[in-house]
């Protein structure tokens, strides 16, 4: 290894790369979005069972 690269300090590399970071930072809170491909494959199940017990009263949901 070069004798420069060893004897650099970490704080030293963060500032010679920060640009380099910046660019490739993403904004926002999301890099993908669900297109309406994605949209239509994914099943939501949206009906539940449930139970109650009569002697007990015990209830019980099932998706």
């Known amino acids: 290894m ?27 809170t999301s890099g993908t979005k669900a297109g309406p491909p994605l949209k239509k494959r994914v099943t939501i199940l949206t009906h539940f069972l449930t139970m109650t017990g009569v002697s007990t009263g015990w209830t019980v949901h099932y998706p």
């Not at 004798?3 to 904004?27: C, D, G």
């Open 2 to 28: 070069d004798q420069t690269v060893r004897n650099i300090s970490a704080s030293t590399v963060e500032r010679l790369l920060a640009k380099h970071k910046k660019k490739l930072k993403i904004r926002g």
